[in-house]
Every structure is written in C-alpha cells, then in structure tokens.
C-alpha cells in the first residue's frame, strides 16, 4: 500500500520552518536614533516657550511705540480739556469785585481788609484785621456766599489786632 499522505498540520509546521530559517533576524534598533527623537519630543515645548517669549517681546515693544504715539497724539486735546476746566471753574464762581462788595457790607465796623487775591487755581483768599475774631466769623456767617469761606489760618499783629485769613473752599 502506498504511505500515508502527510497531514495538514505537518506541511504548515514544515512551512513555518522553512519560513523561519529564510526569514532574517531583526536587527537591535540604535540608541542613538532613540535618543534623538527624544530630545526632539523634549525640544518641542521648549521651543515653543522661547518662541512666545520672542514674540512677546516684540509685541511689548510695539506696543510702548503706539504708546508713545498715542500720549503725543491726545496731548494737545489733553491740554485744551485741562485749559476748558480752569476756565468753567473760574466762570462758576462769582468775581472777586462782587465778593469784595459783599464783604464791605458784611464786615463789622471795626474790620479792615488787609488783601484779597484770587489765584490761578480760581480760590479767592482774603485777609481781614479785626479786634474780636468770633464777632468777625459771626458777621460773616449771615451771608451766604462768605459762610462758604472757610478760614485757613490765623496771627496776631504787633498792635494786638487779628488777622484772620479766608479761602474758598477746594
């Protein structure tokens, strides 16, 4: 009788086998190549980090330009609105002739003005002699616009007189 045929099971084993010797061994991969794509990996965010830095400063610097641009710009308006202030401030409040007259009718018989100023910030500052300060305060309180004075400082002179010292108020 004629031999067995071999099995399905016998040709794959001898197949793999021959697949086996014929196929090459792999080979062990370099460090190096390893190594390298790691500090690639590890570059990454820190390249982006000193790239943003860079642009930061770049940005920075551009924008201290417009800045600078800009103050040079808006100075001339600056001034015109500071200009516009002092000079609606200064129409507000009633003129020094006015207040002086005011002050001739609400002073007692006794007090003399000594001066009377208005300063570039528009605040009227007046001095007034006078024997008796609290007699002084209370004439001047009867009037509305002088009782919105309010009194910043005080002396007495050589002939026992007061001079007591007024300012409109800030």
């Known amino acids: 009788m004629s031999e067995p045929r071999d099995s399905l099971t ?7 086998a021959r697949a086996a010797r014929a196929r090459p061994a ?16 590890a570059l990454g965010p820190l390249l982006t980090i000193v790239g943003a830095q860079v642009l930061r400063g770049g940005v920075e610097a551009d924008n201290r330009v417009l800045e600078m641009q800009l103050r040079s710009r808006t100075a001339p308006q600056l001034a015109r609105g500071e200009a516009a202030a002092v000079l609606r401030d200064s129409v507000r409040q009633p003129a020094l002739a006015p207040t002086l007259d005011r002050l001739a009718r609400a ?8 001066s009377a100023a208005r300063g570039a910030d528009g605040h009227v500052q007046i001095e007034i002699s006078a024997s008796d300060p609290d007699l002084l305060r209370g004439a001047l309180r009867r009037d509305p616009l002088l009782a919105a004075m309010r009194e910043s ?9 007061v001079v007591v010292t007024l300012r409109t108020r800030a």
Do not use: K
């Open 10 to 16: 016998d040709r794959l084993a001898r197949r793999a």
């Open 26 to 41: 792999l080979a062990v991969p370099d460090m190096r190549l390893t190594l390298a794509l790691a500090g690639v990996v």
């Open 107 to 114: 002073l007692p018989d006794d007090a003399r003005l000594v």
């Open 153 to 161: 400082g005080q002396r007495r002179t050589q002939d026992a007189r």
